[in-house]
């Protein structure tokens, strides 16, 4: 059973970095994929990263260029999302996933989401 748990959100000021992190407290985390997700205020929820269950691949939205990073401890069973220069566009609640690829679609598991706001 996959029980995912984000942490890390809060308000920072434009310019600034969060790091996320997820909690998976079954004992799966490392037979999946991970992935993280954005949805903002009145808009659709949208993938942000995702990496593979050895960690060796990652894959990033278009967007993100260099800004946003995904790593992951299996010993841990955490996921975690380092965010920098960060803007108030970013502003969402932030949701981890787990699935069976890395990919922006396809996760079977989610977390409640974490509160990221940016302030101009």
């Known amino acids: 059973q996959v029980q995912l748990v984000e942490s890390g959100g809060g308000l920072v000021q434009a310019g600034g970095s969060l790091k996320l992190s997820c909690l998976d407290s079954?004992?799966?985390?490392?037979?999946?994929?991970m992935g993280w997700f954005r949805q903002a205020p009145g808009k659709k929820r949208e993938f942000v990263a995702a990496?593979?269950?050895?960690?060796?691949?990652?894959y990033y939205a278009d967007w993100v260029r260099g800004r946003f990073t995904i790593s992951r401890d299996n010993a841990k069973n955490t996921v975690f999302l380092r965010m920098y220069s960060l803007k108030p566009e970013d502003t969402a609640v932030y949701y981890c996933?787990?699935?069976?690829?890395?990919?922006?679609?396809?996760?079977?598991?989610w977390g409640q989401g974490t509160q990221v706001t940016v302030s101009s």
């Open positions: 996933a787990a699935g069976p690829g890395v990919a922006p679609v396809g996760y079977d598991y």
């Open positions: 079954g004992r799966t985390f490392s037979n999946y994929a």
């Open positions: 990496i593979s269950w050895a960690g060796g691949s990652t």
